[in-house]
């Protein structure tokens, strides 16, 4: 186990959370029948070292905000407010790099249901 625990996010990897939280191990298998092919050894050794929870939230048929609120929880690392997959707002004025223009965006597309059903937006 590392000596500081990463925070849960979207884009953890698998491997690291059950590294830093061996704890979730079975709230992560209670989530959806498809986690439980991570007990396999080979399967934890490759598949859970490239899979993030958003890509098995996907897998699983669940939402990531979901997934990780609930590992949040059950880790005791909830710092009081969800995290939400709605990206759709503005950024924060420091965050907005200086080649942006709002007035260039033409169309909105929020992928997320499209994401959830397998599919992918561009292609």
Do not use: C
Not at 21 to 43: G, R
Not at 92 to 110: C, G, Q
Request: aromatic residues 6%.
């Amino acid at each position: 186990m590392s000596a500081q625990k990463s925070y849960i996010t979207p884009k953890t990897k698998i491997l690291d959370l059950l590294s830093d939280y061996p704890e979730l191990e079975e709230v992560l298998f209670d989530m959806s029948p498809a986690f439980k092919q991570l007990k396999n050894p080979v399967l934890r050794k490759t598949v859970a070292r490239f899979t993030t929870l958003q890509q098995a939230a996907m897998v699983g048929g669940l939402k990531v905000e979901d997934v990780v609120n609930r590992l949040r929880r059950e880790a005791g690392v909830s710092d009081g407010q969800d995290f939400h997959a709605d990206s759709s707002g503005p950024l924060p004025e420091s965050k907005v790099p200086e080649w942006f223009i709002s007035e260039n965006i033409i169309r909105h597309l929020d992928a997320r249901e499209m994401l959830n059903r397998g599919e992918h937006p561009v292609g």
